[in-house]
């Protein structure tokens, strides 16, 4: 499995990142369990305590949460809180971008529009 | 304290100081990572750690302990050194069973796996390994002998790519499973940058720097754009080094941005970017 790390954000953001797609993907299903650190750490080969803590800002989150002895699991609801937190995020990573950009290249309100709707 | 503690170490080489007064705390139970240029004293430090020269001044100490021709303290230590000290015409089983011999906790069981997931031939006498053979013996022997502290010296040379991956996979499953201190010496630091918690860089036989990987990567950043505007927002400002092509400049600088003029391009420097700013001599970081 491929996860290329870029280097404009930690990797535990990054990792949290990925297991955050997986679950609004639907890979890790709500109620279902999610690849233990150990298995994050040496698939992604980084190390342990940079697993551990982007599990915990999920958990923190209330997205995952712990069994003693058993794993980590999908909380009900994940999905949906995720789809919320990324629609917030949305404005300011894509909309905002888009349109600094598109004043870069000089692109009118009407060019931008008719290209949004050709999709 | 548990860990090693490297006190005031100085090491001359008759009128050479190959390091001068180097204090760092290694703490058990963390993934170290000792970078450096060649020549800068990593090999030194790591082979006065494991008594195999002495230090001009200065001590080490691991678990509080001296660790000067002491048995007991450096039993708790593993250095897989590039210098060959297992009899050469020995074969790879033979030597697995003889480290054994040197530190009881080995799982040799673990070694004879690796040794097939290597593809690695038990029978063939260590003289007549190749260079990555020679490397992953050693590798494997660091890996499964479970001493508490575990010096890795370039553990991936003469490995191929596949080999290094299996090594890095192997160490954090090591690592997961039972803990311990392992100390990565090496100068290939973007394949070992997500790995280390904490590196330790070296100089010219000096401590550069002693962070949290993570601290390092968050204290540096990087700007690019027209090179005249780059250096009037770099004015002022700590800068670590620079690239430029053509028009285009590239300026490392340490600590946050802030007020970042439109046009110019912020991105965060990699571990190996900020290593090579650091180390580079004034020739090399105008050339």
């Known amino acids: ?119 | 304290m548990r860990g090693i503690e490297i006190r005031n170490i100085t090491k001359d080489y008759g009128s050479t100081r190959a390091l001068d007064n180097v204090s760092v705390n290694i703490e058990y139970g963390r993934i170290y990572g000792l970078l450096g240029r060649n020549g800068a004293g990593k090999s030194t430090l790591v082979n006065i750690i494991s008594n195999r020269i002495f230090a001009t001044e200065g001590q080490v100490l691991i678990d509080g302990e001296p660790a000067k021709e002491n048995d007991k303290a450096l039993s708790k230590l593993f250095t897989m050194s590039e210098s060959n000290l297992l009899p050469q015409d020995m074969k790879v089983g033979q030597a697995i069973e003889l480290t054994k011999e040197f530190y009881p906790d080995m799982n040799t069981e673990c070694a004879y796996e690796l040794a097939k997931e290597f593809g690695l031939d038990l029978k063939k006498k260590l003289q007549s390994l190749s260079t990555g053979y020679t490397t992953i013996v050693k590798d494997i022997l660091g890996l499964t002998c479970n001493a508490d502290y575990v010096i890795f010296d370039e553990p991936v040379l003469g490995l191929d790519a596949n080999h290094r991956e299996l090594f890095y996979k192997k160490l954090i499953e090591r690592y997961s499973d039972y803990g311990g201190t392992f100390i990565v010496s090496t100068h290939l630091i973007d394949e070992c940058a997500s790995l280390i918690e904490r590196a330790i860089i070296i100089d010219s036989g000096k401590l550069l720097m002693d962070s949290d990987t993570e601290d390092i990567l968050a204290g540096a950043y990087t700007v690019t754009g027209a090179a005249a505007a780059v250096a009037s927002y770099a004015e002022g400002k700590e800068i670590i080094g620079s690239d430029s092509v053509g028009g285009l400049k590239s300026v490392y600088i340490k600590g946050q941005p802030e007020n970042v003029p439109a046009g110019l391009e912020v991105s965060k420097a990699s571990l190996q970017n900020i290593f090579i700013r650091l180390t580079n001599t004034d020739e090399e970081n105008n050339a």
């Open chain 1, 1 to 119: 499995m491929e996860l290329r790390f870029d280097s404009d954000k930690p990797i535990f953001q990054q990792l949290a990142e990925w297991i955050s797609d997986n679950i609004i993907r639907g890979a890790f299903a709500e109620g279902s369990q999610i690849p233990s650190t150990t298995e994050i750490s040496v698939t992604y080969k980084v190390n342990p305590a940079t697993a551990l803590k982007a599990v915990n800002i999920l958990v923190d989150k209330g997205v995952i949460y712990k069994k003693r002895g058993l794993g980590m699991f999908v909380a009900e609801g994940a999905c949906e809180k995720l789809m919320h937190e990324r629609q917030e995020e949305f404005y300011g990573s894509y909309i905002k971008t888009m349109l600094e950009e598109a004043e870069k290249l000089g692109l009118t309100k009407q060019q931008l529009i008719e290209m949004i709707e050709r999709g």
